[in-house]
């Protein structure tokens, strides 16, 4: 008797066993595609950000009345100003746009939900640094795309 309970007990084992390998093996299927989403999704947010900084550069190197206009407020510190301006030039919410003069802009502590890519460019990075004598003020703009965030100083 005892000998076919042990039975029993190990064929419900290896029959559990059996049921989850395929549950096991869907679940590793779904994160596999969920990790491939979110890699897609921090390519496409990524290109925005560099069409952002892009579409912001060639405005000020274009437009001088637009630069000054720019410069002019973040040398003032009205920081409302010049995030204003930024928005104009990229078509992008002011929401997603930070202006300062490098110290805590776009560098705050991030919660856990913060951006999962900070492509920072500047001293700290080792990246671009805008070349001295371009800008008049000093300072540093920050476009957020959610999982993305990119800021560039000079």
Known sequence: ?????????????????????????????????????????VANELLKLHQAQLIFFRRLASDDGYA??????????DFGGARRAAALAT???ETQISVGDG????GEEEALDGPILRASQGPSAGAMRLP???MKSSGKICFDFGVVQGCVEW
């Open 103 to 106: 110290v805590g802009v776009g």
């Open 91 to 93: 078509g992008l919410s």
């Open 1 to 41: 008797m005892r000998g076919i309970r042990s039975m029993l007990v190990i064929g419900g084992l290896v029959a559990g066993a059996m049921l989850s390998a395929p549950q096991g093996a869907a679940a590793q299927q779904q994160a596999k595609a969920a990790r491939k989403a979110q890699r897609a999704q």
């Open 132 to 134: 001295r004598g371009m």
């Open 68 to 77: 000054d206009q720019f410069d002019n407020s973040v040398g003032a510190r």
